[in-house]
């Protein structure tokens, strides 16, 4: 049975979103999936200042935090991330600059990864971010499985071929229906996940 972590890292809930919905495309394709979130590690009182993000901190506080463990254990990841002005949050960042003893090992070499993003505007850097995300990856020695236009769920959700990602509004609602893009995204990882470790 191929193993799949889905990390994810959310301040106010869309990413959390995907990530369930990558989860139960990986379940549908067979994998065992484990469902990670990335340490929150902004100050209480900036996160007090924002009562979505305070809320869904709370929400999701029993969802295991992703470990260096989690992904020796996986034979593919799925990351969301939300953009950070293009980039992947600090808390993210934080996370992959802490396997470097599992990349030095060699560890993570011929994982298989592919991930997804979310922006407030339509051209916020949801690209951006993926592509910063995957830059941590080629240097693991891992195999991205971008979605390319692999299936017509793709171009329904905005036509994204690095990853799916979808634009929120002010109050998080989702500009574009994404959910099939993101099952297929996850199928896709499972399938390539399989072929390499069969
Ligand atoms: C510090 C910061 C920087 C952000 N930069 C951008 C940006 O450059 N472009 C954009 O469209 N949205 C930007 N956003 C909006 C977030 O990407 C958006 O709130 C997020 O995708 C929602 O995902 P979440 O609900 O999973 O947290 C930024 C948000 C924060 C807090």
Do not use: C
């Not at 990670?36 to 929400?59: D, F, G, M, S, Y």
Request: charge should be negative; hydrophobic fraction near 40%.
């Amino acid at each position: 049975m191929t193993k799949l972590a889905v990390i994810y890292y959310s301040s106010t809930g869309t990413n959390y979103k995907l990530a369930q919905w990558a989860k139960e495309g990986a379940e549908a394709a067979g994998a065992e999936v484990k469902l990670l979130r990335v340490a929150e590690t902004a100050p209480q009182e900036a996160i007090n200042e924002n009562p979505a993000w305070a809320k869904h901190l709370e929400e999701t506080k029993d969802i295991p935090i992703a470990t260096n463990d989690d992904l020796e254990w996986a034979d593919g990841f799925i990351f969301s991330v939300p953009t950070r002005f293009g980039n992947v949050p600090a808390q993210v960042k934080s996370f992959l600059d802490a396997t470097g003893g599992l990349w030095f090992s060699g560890k993570l070499v011929n994982k298989v990864v592919s991930a997804m993003s979310s922006a407030q505007n339509s051209h916020g850097g949801q690209e951006a971010t993926i592509l910063n995300l995957y830059t941590t990856m080629f240097h693991w020695g891992a195999i991205v499985a971008q979605p390319g236009y692999s299936d017509p769920s793709v171009f329904g959700a905005g036509g994204n071929p690095y990853g799916t990602s979808v634009t929120v509004d002010q109050d998080g609602n989702m500009q574009e229906d994404v959910e099939d893009a993101v099952k297929h995204q996850a199928k896709r990882t499972v399938d390539i996940a399989q072929r390499i470790n069969q």
